[in-house]
């Protein structure tokens, strides 16, 4: 059994692997028969990852705290709170891709609502909740890798290559990839 080694450039890719990451999220619900579509688009250190599935939980919390800041500022915990709730690995994955941009917007299409939530080191700066009856469903993560972490731009080739190779999991699900520049 021949396994594929990667280069060191593609080891040390962490743009990469916070993209490829985003898209795992969207993957799972795809297989869960959830989404018909994932886009990334990826320039220089900025991304955007968007599918068209359910959408994070809006009005969700969990031991007190809404969903959407669990999962993104989990890193937080305690979360300020005087008797916190046991620690949960549910949104690690999500808090520490936050702490690595400079800036993150989580862009979250539930029902007729949207809710958007802007990032900056890990950090909630603001976040808003409108009326949104004619967008579809799912969720749009946009941001920007910390300059001080991602020293070269995210490797385009081993991305689309790794897109790629999803393909043959994903039947019925487009992918498409930098058919417009992230932002």
């Known amino acids: 059994m021949s396994q594929e080694i990667a280069s060191p450039a593609a080891r040390t890719d962490l743009g990469g692997a916070v993209i490829r990451s985003l898209v795992l999220y969207s993957v799972a619900e795809a297989q869960a028969g959830h989404v018909s579509e994932i886009a990334v688009q990826v320039q220089g250190c900025s991304f955007e990852v968007s599918d068209d599935g359910r959408g994070h939980s809006i009005d969700k919390t969990i031991d007190g705290t809404p969903y959407l ?71 749009s993560l946009r941001g920007r890798l910390c300059a001080a972490l991602a020293a070269q731009a995210i490797d385009q080739v081993a991305l689309l290559r790794w897109l790629e190779g999803l393909r043959p999991s994903l039947p019925g699900v487009r992918i498409r990839f930098n058919e417009g520049a992230p932002g």
């Not at 936050?98 to 862009?107: A, G, I, P, R, Y």
């Not at 890990?122 to 009856?133: C, I, N, W």
Request: hydrophobic share 40%; glycine share 10%; proline share 6%.
């Open 69 to 139: 800041s669990f999962i993104y500022e989990h890193l937080a915990f305690p979360f300020g709170l005087s008797a916190p709730g046991a620690v949960q690995l549910q949104g690690l994955g999500m808090s520490l891709i936050n702490s690595l941009c400079e800036e993150l917007q989580v862009q979250v299409r539930r029902g007729e609502q949207q809710a958007t939530y802007d990032f900056a080191y890990g950090q909630l700066l603001q976040q808003r909740r409108e009326l949104a009856p004619s967008l579809p469903s799912g969720n």
